[in-house]
């Protein structure tokens, strides 16, 4: 007979991990399924997760499926989910292993991909000297010589952000920019110098942002760059299963609506992560997929033990 699980998790992250271990541990049928593509791996390490700080991504989600096998009740597949949609009081999900599952509740945990401009050097750089999040890299980059890349009121906000890891800041905006006059005084008052020259490219060596290179084939010597990058959706699952998104931001490109219990708009499919805009933090996605585990768990008890209506109730003939 086919086995029909609690629930599938849907990404094996720091989110997708979270919420499978709350869930191992209320003893839910549940199955998780990575394709372990998490768009941190490149990081040095995670900056900010207690217990884990410093440590290389791959090594904490590594962990994470060592302590969910102590759980008989879930099962760590890797795999890609290709497609879903409900049937009934269930939810189908095919596998790009040809293999078909069914849950009674999804936890969509896919976090979503960084795609930061086109920009050589870039790739070479990314996730250490070159990173979106001060939270995550500030540290590393501490009082050195920094740039930040970016746009409009986005770039006025993170340059300024950036600006208490550094006293030393440039802000890139690659070509002329419409920052009004308030804000170019907000940002002289704070010491962030602003360069207009379009940028060519980045040079590096071992990882180590070294200098911009600007079209007209000048240098500016930096050690470290903040990158404005938008988030894009991995996967049209959440719109299969019936999940609405909402309205793109400067950071997120459709990201998937929630309540605040970590519930979409479709029942029964829940969200963490990422791909919810969030904060892109590790830390931010564990609290958010033990969270959304529980309340998986919560639902699930009203599966089991729905409430006796009495007999002669007058929401009987309702």
């Known amino acids: 007979m086919d086995r029909i699980w609690d629930c599938v998790v849907v990404g094996g992250g720091a989110a997708g991990l979270s919420a499978a271990l709350v869930l191992g541990?209320?003893?839910?049928?549940?199955?998780?399924?990575?394709g372990g593509a998490q768009s941190n791996l490149s990081a040095h390490g995670i900056?900010?997760?207690?217990?884990?700080?410093?440590?290389?991504?791959?090594?904490?989600y590594a962990l994470g499926r060592r302590e969910l096998s102590a759980y008989p009740s879930v099962e760590v597949r890797t795999a890609e989910v290709t497609g879903g949609e409900r049937a009934d009081e269930l939810f189908v999900l095919r596998l790009d292993d040809g293999k078909v599952e069914r849950a009674r509740k999804v936890v969509l945990a896919t976090g979503m991909e960084y795609r930061p401009p086109p920009l050589p050097g870039l790739a070479e750089l990314w996730g250490r000297s070159a990173f979106h999040c001060p939270f995550c890299h500030g540290w590393e980059v501490?009082?050195?010589?920094?740039?930040?890349?970016?746009?409009?009121e986005?770039?006025?906000h993170t340059a300024l952000l950036l600006r208490l890891w550094s006293d030393d800041v440039v802000l890139l905006t690659d070509g002329p920019t419409e920052l009004d006059?308030?804000?170019?005084?907000?940002?002289a008052a704070a010491g962030v110098t602003i360069d207009e020259r379009p940028v060519a490219e980045l040079v590096g060596a071992a990882g180590t942002l070294e200098a911009v290179v600007f079209t007209d084939d000048s240098w500016l010597p930096r050690t470290g760059i903040l990158v404005a990058t938008t988030l894009h959706q991995r996967t049209s699952l959440a719109e299969q299963l019936g999940a609405t998104t909402g309205e793109s931001t400067p950071v997120a490109h459709n990201p998937v609506h929630i309540d605040a219990f970590y519930r979409t708009s479709a029942d029964g499919v829940f969200a963490a992560g990422d791909l919810v805009a969030q904060m892109p933090q590790v830390a931010?996605?564990?609290?958010?997929?033990?969270?959304?585990?529980a309340a998986v768990v919560q639902s699930?008890?009203?599966?089991?033990f729905?409430?006796?209506?009495?007999e002669g109730s007058p929401h009987v003939n309702a």
């Open 25 to 34: 541990r209320a003893r839910r049928r549940t199955l998780l399924i990575d």
């Open 47 to 60: 900056g900010g997760l207690l217990g884990h700080d410093g440590r290389p991504p791959a090594q904490l």
């Open 142 to 152: 501490r009082d050195q010589p920094l740039a930040v890349l970016a746009s409009g």
């Open 154 to 156: 986005r770039a006025v």
């Open 181 to 187: 006059l308030a804000q170019r005084e907000r940002l």
């Open 284 to 293: 931010a996605a564990v609290a958010a997929g033990s969270a959304a585990a």
């Open 300 to 304: 699930l008890v009203e599966e089991y």
């Open 306 to 310: 729905p409430a006796v209506v009495p």
